[in-house]
C-alpha cells in the first residue's frame, strides 16, 4: 500500500494546453506544451503537471477530458490552444509512485482505498493531478520517473 498522506495545495497560475482522447497523450502534449513555453521565451515556475477530469472506467477513451499545466510566475499570454488559467487552492490526498507511467493507475486504487478507510472524500468537482516530478528525458530508465498523484478532497 502507498503512503498517503494529505497536503494543502497553494494556488497558482499556469499555462494549459488542454485535450481530449486517451490519457496516453499527456507525454505528447507535454511536450507540445514546453515547446510553445521555449519559443515565447517563458521559463517554468515548477513541475509540470497533468489534469485529468474523467474516471477512464467509466467514460469512452475518446471522450475523456484532460490539460496539460506549466506554473509559470510572469505575465504572460496564451496563444493557438495554450491559455493562461488559474488553479485554486485545494487540499488533497497525494502519494508519489516512482516507475513507468503504466503503473500509475493502481495508485490511484491505492489512494481512493485509503480515503475510504480514513474518512475522506473525493470532490468530483475537480481534476486530479498527476505531478511529474521526474520525467522521462530527464532520467534514461522509465524506473527513474517520479509521479505524484493528487486527488482534491470534497469539504476542504
Not at 515548477?46 to 477513451?61: F, I, S
Not at 493502481?106 to 470532490?123: A, P, T, V
Request: hydrophobic share 40%; net charge negative; aromatic share 8%.
Amino acid at each position: 500500500m502507498a503512503e498517503v498522506q494529505v497536503k494543502d495545495v497553494k494556488a497558482m497560475t499556469v499555462m494549459s494546453l488542454p485535450f481530449t482522447g486517451s490519457y496516453e497523450q499527456t507525454q505528447d502534449k507535454l511536450d507540445e506544451l514546453m515547446s510553445w513555453l521555449l519559443r515565447v521565451g517563458h521559463p517554468a515556475a515548477g513541475a509540470p503537471m497533468g489534469l485529468y477530469y474523467d474516471d477512464p472506467a467509466k467514460v469512452a477513451t475518446d471522450d475523456l477530458r484532460a490539460e496539460i499545466c506549466v506554473p509559470i510566475e510572469e505575465s504572460c499570454e496564451g496563444a493557438e490552444e495554450v491559455r493562461r488559467k488559474d488553479l485554486p487552492a485545494v487540499q488533497v490526498a497525494c502519494a508519489t509512485h516512482q516507475g513507468p507511467y503504466h503503473e500509475v493507475p493502481k495508485l490511484y486504487e491505492e489512494i481512493f482505498e485509503w480515503m475510504s478507510e480514513n474518512g475522506y472524500k473525493y470532490d468530483g468537482t475537480m481534476p486530479t493531478r498527476e505531478v511529474f516530478r521526474k520525467l522521462l528525458g530527464e532520467v534514461k530508465d522509465p524506473a527513474e520517473i517520479v509521479t505524484e498523484v493528487q486527488v482534491p478532497l470534497l469539504g476542504a
